[in-house]
Nanobody, 123 residues
């Protein structure tokens, strides 16, 4: 099985950018579709973006479409989330996850989860 490990979170001003990275331990990420989710305090975990195993198909939540880009590097066995034009409402813990299902927009679709990385956007 694969174990995702996130990195790259931090504090950024509104309008700024961050790139989150997700590395895989255990089995290669290349066998799985991958997704990013986020969870703000007191709220449910919500879908952000997903990418299929080949990197050829992506899907985004409406709230991040045009601002965030999900990608993957099969050689480095990594998945990324480039976040631009960040807003205070993007503040949350961001989770990387892996699944064999497609499409996969629900947390219930995913079997393997990282521990999360905090993203804080100040106004």
């Amino acid at each position: 099985q694969v174990q995702p490990v996130e990195s790259g979170g931090g504090l950024v001003q509104a309008g700024g950018s961050l790139r989150l990275s997700c590395a895989a331990s255990g089995r290669s990420f290349n066998y799985y579709n991958a997704g990013w989710f986020r969870q703000a305090p007191g709220k449910e975990r919500e879908f952000v973006a997903t990418i299929d195993w080949s990197g050829g198909i992506t899907d985004y939540a409406d709230s991040v479409k045009g601002r965030f880009t999900i990608s993957r590097d099969s050689v480095k066995n990594m998945v990324y989330l480039q976040m631009n034009s960040l807003k205070p409402e993007d503040t949350a813990v961001y989770f990387c996850a892996a699944t064999s299902r497609w499409p996969a927009r629900s947390p219930d679709d995913y079997n393997y989860w990282g521990q999360g990385t905090q993203v804080t956007v100040s106004s």
